[in-house]
T-cell receptor, first 114, second 115 residues
């Protein structure tokens, strides 16, 4: 079984500051993928970034980077230079080898303060 | 815009009724997934189809069924609706069968309200 834990239900961050959203995972799979999605108040789920379990480099996509610490089973999302448009729910998810579904965490609601 | 389309955007119906949610995957994607997002259960995987065949099943109720058509669009049928079925239903698509390297791209969702 796979499990994703997001321990921060809500966060408030000043605009232009960097923010780290925590995600820990539990799996017995050796091969797996980790994903972050953003859900604005409008409701859609927007893919942000992917990290494979065998990737040695941390993934980066523009202002998003994933701080992957395999031994600690953590996959924290870092958003640099936060913007008002970053205010949203953020979900960490994983998919295991031969397990086609995404398992999601409970999400973190991020609010950017001007 | 992810390229995944879902219709309708909103659906309001009564208990005991049946509804059909429709999804068109991104061009070139062969897999379609259905997820349910509710306040008490969070995001739950329902079912996956790959190239017309059922590939994986999650927490899908027997009152719910789905299919994927030859043109790869998919429909999720919900019957004998109960108040607890009110939720946001997402369709997602990916290129392959669902390997852990496949990114799933989500549609805008269908918000179902059962009164």
């Amino acid at each position: 079984a796979q499990k994703i834990t997001q321990t921060q239900p809500g966060m408030f961050v000043q605009e232009k500051e960097a923010v780290t959203l925590d995600c820990t995972y539990d799996t017995s799979d050796q091969s797996y993928g980790l994903f972050w999605y953003k859900q604005p108040s409008s409701g859609e789920m927007i893919f942000l970034i992917y990290q494979g379990s065998y990737d040695e480099q941390n993934a980066t996509e523009g202002r998003y980077s994933l701080n992957f610490q395999k031994a600690r089973k953590s996959a924290n999302l870092v958003i640099s230079a936060s913007q008002l448009g970053d205010s949203a729910m953020y979900f960490c998810a994983m998919e295991g080898f031969g397990n086609e579904k995404l398992t999601f965490g409970t999400g973190t609601r991020l609010t950017i303060i001007p | 815009d992810s390229g995944v389309t879902q219709t309708p955007k909103h659906l309001i119906t009564a208990t005991g009724q049946r509804v059909t949610l429709r999804c068109s995957p991104r061009s070139g994607d062969l897999s379609v997934y259905w997820y349910q997002q509710s306040l008490d259960q969070g995001l739950q995987f329902l079912i996956q189809y790959y190239n017309g065949e059922e590939r994986a099943k999650g927490n899908i109720l027997e009152r719910f069924s789905a299919q994927q058509f030859p043109d790869l669009h998919s429909e999720l049928n919900l019957s004998s609706l109960e108040l607890g079925d009110s939720a946001l239903y997402f369709c997602a698509s990916s290129v392959g069968q669902g390997a852990f390297t496949d990114t799933q791209y989500f549609g805008p969702g269908t918000r179902l309200t059962v009164l």
